[in-house]
């Protein structure tokens, strides 16, 4: 009885649902929605070829040439930079001539940035040293020259092991005033590198920074001597506002 | 006869010429292995979810996988078995979806009667009897499922199912004796007793 339940109900099933090879609304509507999805398919993975393979091939070649000229950390830097990943540059990437020069393009200082500089007229008690937001480092670590040398193969040459000796000079004085806060300590490490490289990478760098040093101990005077020329636009325009804020400030 | 013998090797090349065109990724091909072969595929895939827009989502995804899929077509079974192959490895997303949603329009008492109140009482009966079946289908494992329809429904032999399903037959007829079983009870349950 149930076995013959069960095969009626089967063939019922089987005639209800039968190979209908004819054409159908519902077959052709799906006809058209496979050959829509089968040419969409096809577009993405044609344009991914047209887009993607030469994104990796350009990106490969770069790192590759940047990793042969030891400039990879630089283009790393600035590829992070580019989608927006890390901080906009502050001198830390640009050549010497660069950094002092006025081509250099310092980030654009805000209100936020440096806080208001009148108040810190009003509170003279106030430290008028900026806040870390404005001193000149980059944010991480990427920018910090690396002490290896770039190439193990061919020995350094002298300008560059000279150059790699004020690179650990850089790092010392970054770590001591960034990671440590020893401004003392600090405005020597600036000063020992400025002494080793007048106009290295980061000569702009170190020289605001150490000014901050400056402020930071409440050496004012001084402090207003190092920042001068960077609120003069000897530095083109490189931390311009903030040096002149600062300046300001430090002379009430 | 001698016709059909003749017809034999000129089709299976048809057929070979087609699968490799597929292989190159002619979207051409797509359309003409779907005119030749969707009839069996949504017949199938009707029997299997049991409700006819899942069953062509499913005819759906079985064409549009087809470029990728024909990489594993060793031509050791016709095409069309290979189609219902694939049918089976993109059913489970249909058939639990078709399966919820009957149920939830069963809990709403909203299931519309079969269509055919002035067939006579026979074609009627008959349209509840399928309509009862994929029901009790629904309370089955997909694999009990799929084994019950491609052995009983659609009357393949049992090598045939196995190289669909991709098991060794003494496993199809394991998975159709409990198919069988279940739904023998769930048809005497119900209205059909």
Redesign the interface.
């Known amino acids: 009885m149930n076995d013959d339940l069960l095969r009626e109900a089967t063939r019922a099933m089987r005639e209800s649902t039968t190979d209908e090879t004819g054409e159908s609304p519902a077959a052709e509507f799906t006809r058209e929605r496979v050959m829509r999805s089968v040419h969409g398919a096809r577009r993405t993975r044609l344009s991914k070829t047209v887009v993607v393979v030469p994104l990796v091939a350009v990106l490969l070649g770069t790192t590759a040439a940047a990793a042969a000229t030891g400039s990879l950390p630089s283009v790393v830097q600035s590829a992070l930079q580019a989608i927006g990943l890390v901080e906009p540059p502050e001198a830390s990437t640009t050549d010497p001539a660069a950094s002092q020069g006025p081509a250099t393009t310092p980030r654009s200082a805000t209100a936020n940035d440096l806080g208001d500089p009148s108040t810190a007229a009003a509170e003279p008690a106030i430290d008028p040293a900026p806040t870390s937001d404005t001193e000149a480092t980059a944010t991480s670590d990427a920018t910090l020259p690396s002490s290896a040398p770039p190439r193990a193969s061919a020995p350094p040459s002298p300008a560059a092991s000279a150059r790699n000796a004020a690179d650990k000079l850089y790092r010392k004085a970054h770590q001591l005033h960034f990671g440590q806060r020893d401004y003392s300590s600090a405005l020597s490490a600036w000063n020992a590198y400025l002494q080793a490289a007048p106009r290295g990478r980061f000569a702009a760098e170190a020289a605001y920074n150490r000014g901050i040093c400056f402020a930071r101990l409440g050496r004012r005077a001084e402090a207003k001597r190092a920042l001068a020329p960077f609120a003069d636009g000897r530095y083109g325009g490189y931390r311009q506002t903030e040096a002149r804020a600062l300046v300001q400030a430090l002379g009430r | 006869m001698l016709l059909t013998a003749a017809m034999r090797p000129s089709r299976r090349d048809a057929e070979h010429a087609l699968v490799e065109r597929l292989q190159a990724?002619d979207?051409t091909a797509?359309?003409e292995a779907?005119?030749l072969h969707?009839?069996?595929v949504?017949?199938f895939a009707?029997?299997l979810v049991g409700d006819?827009h899942a069953a062509?989502d499913l005819?759906?995804d079985v064409?549009?996988a087809l470029?990728k899929a024909v990489g594993r077509f060793r031509g050791d079974a016709s095409l069309k078995t290979f189609l219902i192959a694939v049918a089976v490895n993109h059913a489970r997303h249909h058939v639990r979806s078709a399966s919820r949603r009957r149920a939830a329009v069963e809990r709403m008492a909203r299931e519309p009667e079969p269509a055919g109140g002035a067939s006579p009482e026979h074609d009627l009966r008959?349209?509840r009897?399928?309509v009862?079946?994929?029901r009790?289908l629904d309370g089955l494992p997909l694999e009990q499922r799929t084994a019950f329809v491609l052995c009983?429904?659609?009357?393949r032999p049992s090598p045939e199912v196995a190289a669909i399903i991709g098991v060794p037959e003494g496993t199809v007829r394991s998975r159709l004796f409990h198919a069988?079983r279940k739904?023998?009870?769930a048809?005497?349950e119900g209205e059909?007793r």
């Not at chain 2, 009983?152 to 009357?155: A, F, G, I, L, S």
């Open positions: 990724a979207p797509i359309g779907y005119d969707h009839g069996a949504r017949a009707r029997r006819e062509e005819v759906h064409f549009v470029p008959r349209q009897l399928a009862a079946l994929t009790a009983e429904v659609e009357e069988k739904l023998r009870a048809l005497a059909f």
